[in-house]
């Protein structure tokens, strides 16, 4: 079946750093991935949805410019945080849409940045 | 404007009981998909179901069951004779796929099994 994986699986950084997050498919092409994030026990919230060759639409109140989003290949989505924060720490997850899957959805296994 | 309630935010069962996970879902599409994930404390999500607007059937898949009734706008979840590895988080979510789709998810029901 359709498979998405996401690396890395867990980091550590230091504030201000800045944190890059892949997001593959691995056996079909996805022009559209959408990137997620889930704060300790609350729900799974859409930050952005990643176009292949064009740029990233943005949910309402999430910050572009900290929030990088390339989209450059039809297998491979990368979320890159910049200067980031405490407040970043978060659960992000990636999804992609295969038409060929049976549900048609696949999650990646998710990101757990901590900023310290 | 699209909206999943789950009301319950956690629940505890004994081992072998029958639990129900309720989900409620508002939209004026009249084509969507429907879905419960199951998220382990490692993180990932995992599919446990698919429903389309149109079909209405309820499922059973083992010890799982669903029941989508549109009169009620609710597609709710049981597990019969659970047990402490159905210990998670549960998510109901929704697609429209007039808004390109994008996953609408409820709040989540952590579920704990008592053994």
Partial sequence: ?116 | AQKVTQAQTEISVVEKEDVTLDCVYETRDTTYYLFWYKQPPSGELVFLIRRNSFDEQNEISGRYSWNFQKSTSSFNFTITASQVVDSAVYFCALILTSTGNQFYFGTGTSLTVIP
């Fill in chain 1, 1 to 116: 079946g359709a498979v998405v994986s996401q690396h890395p699986s867990w980091v550590i950084c230091k504030s201000g750093t800045s944190v890059k997050i892949e997001c593959r498919s691995l056996d079909f092409q996805a022009t559209t991935m959408f990137w997620y994030r889930q704060f300790p026990k609350q729900s799974l919230m859409l930050m952005a949805t990643s176009n292949e060759g064009s740029k990233a639409t943005y949910e309402q109140g999430v910050e572009k410019d900290k929030f990088l989003i390339n989209h450059a290949s039809l297998t491979l989505s990368t979320l890159t945080v910049t200067s980031a924060h405490p407040e970043d720490s978060s659960f992000y997850i990636c999804s992609a849409w295969d038409q060929k899957a049976n549900y048609g959805y696949t999650f990646g296994s998710g990101t757990r940045l901590t900023v310290v």
